[in-house]
């Protein structure tokens, strides 16, 4: 991975990158927040959970609150 100049804050709150296609901010999320029991991932790019998501929006809600 390329060392990057951007730093991301650390919190405990919704973090939303915006960019380029193929510039890495995927990569750069999950380097900076690896997966745990404490991090959630919703990649709409997938069809099953974009469908999922337009389906039932509420269900945001409700994942969050667990």
């Known amino acids: 991975m390329v060392r990057r100049h951007l730093k ?24 900076e927040y690896p997966e745990t029991k404490k991090t959630l991932w919703i990649n709409l790019l997938v069809p099953e959970e974009e469908d999922r998501f337009n389906r039932s929006p509420s269900l945001l809600k409700e994942m969050v609150a667990e």
């Open 8 to 31: 991301l804050a650390k919190t405990k709150r919704s973090v939303f990158l915006f960019g380029p296609r193929g510039v890495g901010k995927s990569t750069l999320i999950q380097h």
